[in-house]
């Protein structure tokens, strides 16, 4: 049986290629993977929203699937509506579907603070409408944010178009020895391959928003599994 370990259920957006890929990629043994989408083809504040509304619906698909746990996969879906919105959305699932839900902005904040992490650096591929929206809601949860810089790109299917080293080079381009850590944020930015160089290379944690999500749903699944390759945050906690 798929599955015996733990079923996860995701939610993502129908244009993200990306996170599905990254988390099949390093599931443990026993840990099975199943995916619902929801509508969004560019990453703006009206289109995240309305992308939110539509979660119940892909969420009543999953529970046909006998998953444990949800995984909303959308950075910028679940911080868009400020303070708190992350858990409005996973509250608003819950109670529909009566399945524990978490979100991606839920896993980097636990995340986060595990590391220690109280000034931050963050890269996103976003626009400065988004980033200013994500500016907002890490300091509302307590963070310092040093800088924030993006690549400007609203287009869902170029931003899963990005190389890794894209990723690797803008953090590093970004770094000030201020920083506590640095966070890659965007379900749909492929970045497992440069976590570990980059914490290597410039001596902080690096969170990302994959990572952080598929660590905190394993935790959440009491899958209590170490993956060096996806930095410190998955071989110390």
């Given at each position: 049986?798929?599955?015996?370990?733990?079923?996860?259920?995701?939610?993502?957006?129908?244009?993200?290629?990306?996170?599905?890929?990254?988390?099949?990629?390093?599931?443990?043994?026993?840990?099975?993977?199943?995916?619902?989408?929801?509508?969004?083809?560019?990453?703006?504040?009206?289109?995240?929203?309305?992308?939110?509304?539509?979660?119940v619906?892909?969420?009543?698909?999953?529970?046909?699937?006998?998953?444990?746990?949800?995984?909303?996969g959308?950075?910028?879906?679940?911080?868009?509506?400020?303070?708190?919105?992350?858990?409005?959305?996973?509250?608003?699932?819950?109670?529909?579907?009566?399945?524990?839900?978490?979100s991606?902005?839920?896993?980097?904040?636990?995340?986060?603070?595990?590391?220690?992490?109280?000034?931050?650096?963050?890269?996103?591929?976003?626009?400065d409408e988004?980033n200013?929206?994500?500016?907002?809601?890490?300091?509302?949860?307590e963070?310092?944010?040093?800088?924030?810089?993006?690549?400007?790109?609203?287009?869902?299917?170029?931003?899963?178009?990005?190389?890794?080293?894209?990723?690797?080079?803008?953090?590093?381009?970004?770094?000030?020895?201020?920083?506590?850590?640095?966070?890659?944020?965007?379900?749909n930015?492929?970045?497992?391959?440069?976590?570990?160089?980059?914490?290597?290379?410039?001596?902080?944690?690096?969170?990302?928003?994959?990572?952080?999500?598929?660590?905190?749903?394993?935790?959440?699944?009491?899958?209590?599994?170490?993956?060096?390759?996806?930095?410190?945050?998955?071989?110390?906690?």
């Open positions: 049986m798929y599955g015996w370990r733990g079923r996860l259920g995701l939610i993502v957006p129908s244009s993200n290629t990306t996170m599905e890929m990254e988390l099949h990629g390093y599931l443990p043994e026993g840990v099975s993977l199943h995916t619902s989408r929801m509508p969004l083809r560019n990453v703006t504040e009206e289109e995240l929203v309305k992308m939110g509304s539509l979660a619906e892909s969420a009543k698909l999953l529970r046909d699937a006998g998953v444990e746990l949800i995984l909303y959308c950075t910028s879906g679940s911080f868009i509506g400020g303070k708190d919105y992350e858990k409005e959305i996973e509250a608003k699932i819950e109670d529909e579907v009566k399945i524990p839900v978490i991606t902005s839920t896993a980097v904040i636990e995340a986060l603070k595990i590391l220690d992490a109280q000034s931050i650096l963050v890269v996103t591929p976003y626009t988004i200013q929206r994500e500016k907002e809601f890490l300091e509302a949860n963070f310092e944010v040093l800088d924030i810089r993006g690549l400007g790109i609203e287009d869902n299917l170029k931003i899963g178009r990005l190389e890794p080293y894209e990723a690797y080079r803008l953090a590093k381009a970004s770094f000030m020895d201020e920083a506590d850590a640095i966070f890659i944020s965007c379900t930015w492929r970045t497992f391959e440069i976590i570990e160089a980059l914490e290597e290379d410039l001596g902080v944690p690096v969170v990302t928003s994959n990572q952080a999500s598929l660590w905190l749903a394993l935790r959440e699944m009491d899958v209590m599994e170490k993956i060096p390759e996806l930095g410190r945050l998955f071989v110390e906690y």
